[in-house]
């Protein structure tokens, strides 16, 4: 009976493993991956990103203080206000953020019709939920 398992188990991962070389071939791992190089050297958009963490930590320093300087706290209120605006103006982060969605949503597809068929299998296992809103019609 344990060596049932175990081989059941083997060959649960190896079809895992095969899926995920499937998906790696999709167009949409693809694109995600070039995106992903595009954004890492995006050196303006990068400069921007970090600047604009180095705002927020800055913001939030200043206003530790009872006794902040109100200009000063407008000051790097505006010029975060203008890199968050420069950032998502950016076509290399708009291209990679999309890429990333589509990635994620099939995952998120893929990840509900495995749950789908296992539940399918053991109607008692699910609450009638997957977790994920997309594929249902409505909380009950």
Do not use: W
């Not at 994620?104 to 609450?127: C, G, H, K, W």
């Amino acid at each position: 009976m344990i060596k049932r398992k175990v081989n059941k188990t083997m060959e649960i991962l190896e079809l895992a493993s095969q899926l995920g070389l499937l998906i790696a071939d999709n167009e949409l791992v693809k694109n995600y991956v070039e995106a992903k190089k595009e954004y890492d050297t995006d050196s303006e958009l990068l400069k921007s990103i970090r600047e604009y963490s180095v705002q927020k930590t800055a913001l939030d320093n200043v206003l530790k203080d009872e006794n902040h300087d109100e200009q000063l706290v407008n000051a790097i209120q505006k010029r975060i206000s203008a890199l968050y605006k420069e950032a998502s103006e950016n076509e290399t982060l708009k291209e990679y953020n999309d890429a990333e969605q589509k990635l994620n949503d099939l995952l998120s597809q893929v990840n509900n019709t495995i749950q789908s068929a296992i539940f399918s299998r053991y109607p008692e296992m699910s609450s009638g939920c997957g977790g994920n809103c997309s594929s249902c019609g409505g909380c009950h």
